[in-house]
């Protein structure tokens, strides 16, 4: 996780153009820090400046402020007008019910229960748990709600390695190790295409854009 946060020296996240990003980091050890660029600056949230290992789409900092008056107050609604904050102020409350025993679900289960919660209705097109510390991941799309779930161990992360790729908006259930095939610009192409065409309704990507998108991935060197 330090090691994240340390690119700081070497790189920025563009702010023009783009829309503004920020980002929860974690690591095997249990270990999280939320990052964010702020005013040409990278914020960093880590250790006890964590108090909520939870991130939204609004501020950290004006996130848990809203959070603690909504629960001083005695509030459980968190009506606050902002469904960033809702959003956070319930998964806050899920975390905190979880770290005090107060529910027997596994871990996985739960986590999907807490991204259903503060999922966005249509405009939600996938939910992802990481199970860091087996190296695990477990996900669902919108249009097909089964549970599927990979390995890390059962890929090859040397440069040398051909790339892989499996389109995660199709039918499967379980393990889906195998199913990967050799990555391709005219797999991405597709995928790219199907994606701009499904949200075309909420922004409109041109077909430049299109383009530069679906052939960035061919430009990734390793090194």
């Known amino acids: 996780m330090d090691e994240v946060i340390a690119t700081d020296k070497k790189l920025r996240i563009a702010t023009i153009g783009t829309t503004p990003l920020h ?6 050890n249990g270990n999280a820090a939320t990052i964010e660029f702020l005013n040409g600056k990278m914020i960093a949230h880590k250790g006890n400046d964590l108090s909520q290992p939870v991130l939204t789409n609004s501020v950290y900092d004006e996130s848990v402020k809203s959070y603690k008056n909504t629960s001083s107050s005695g509030g459980s609604s968190f009506a606050y007008g902002n469904n960033s904050l809702e959003r956070f102020g319930e998964a806050c409350s899920m975390v905190q019910q979880f770290k005090a025993g107060k529910t027997t679900k596994p871990v996985i289960d739960y ?6 919660e503060v999922a966005q209705g249509n405009s939600t097109k996938w939910s992802i748990v990481y199970d860091i510390s087996n190296k695990a991941i477990h996900f669902k799309t919108n249009r097909f ?3 599927k779930s990979l390995n890390f161990s059962a890929f090859d992360f040397t440069c040398t390695a051909t790339a892989k790729v499996w389109d995660m908006n199709q039918a499967a259930i379980g393990n889906i190790n195998t199913k990967f095939e050799n990555f391709s610009a005219d797999i991405n192409k597709q995928i790219v295409e199907t994606a701009a065409n499904e949200s075309s309704s909420e922004v ?3 077909e430049k854009s299109r383009e530069a998108l679906w ?5 990734i060197k390793c090194k």
């Open 215 to 219: 052939q960035f991935a061919a430009g």
């Open 111 to 116: 986590s999907f229960d807490i991204l259903s």
């Open 145 to 147: 709600k089964e549970v």
């Open 23 to 28: 980002y929860l980091i974690a690591d095997a």
């Open 204 to 206: 409109s990507i041109s």
